[in-house]
């Protein structure tokens, strides 16, 4: 199955990269970079010397290396893109693509209380559980493009009320 070699008296077993998808350890995608990448945020954090001991979640995207991070505004501002591969550094723990409205301002059912769920615009495009009866509920992939390259809920309130303060309105028009 895999090799296994003998080092300071321990044995140590490398499985090939197939059997490492099996058992989900390479990621959603059988991305061999998956585990590479979240060991270089981790490296890159510490090496920043970043404390998670105050923090309740600290969100990086494995789909874009990590030596990009401190630079610009990807830590104020992360981005979603379509292909998002999102982790939690703080729980360790990856993010399902539903997840990716919530992060995007949007009350998704079953993820929040009810009287919030209301609120949510596309109640047809998420699926309910076993209850659901729709056929046009998006796949992850989908859910990943929809929300990728999408603004913050809050963002698109704030331009259409900037847009709207700003607006040359004449008179009689």
Known sequence: MGDTS??????????????????????????????????????????????FNN???????????????????????????????????????????????????YPVPGLVPQYLSDFFPFPSLVDHGPVSNNDHVLTDAETREVTGMAFHLSCVGAMLMYAWAAADVAEGR
């Open 6 to 51: 003998q080092g300071s008296g321990a044995e140590s077993t490398t499985l090939p990269n197939q059997e490492l998808c099996r058992l989900g350890q390479s990621g959603p995608f059988c991305d061999a970079s998956y585990r590479l990448r979240l060991d270089k945020y981790r490296q890159l954090f510490e090496a920043h010397k970043v404390s």
């Open 55 to 105: 923090v309740a979640i600290q969100i990086v995207n494995l789909e874009q290396n990590a030596e990009h991070f401190f630079h610009g505004l990807s830590h104020v501002a992360p981005r979603l893109l379509k292909k998002s591969m999102l982790y939690d550094l703080v729980s360790n723990k990856e993010f399902v693509p539903v997840q990716h409205w919530l992060i995007q301002g």
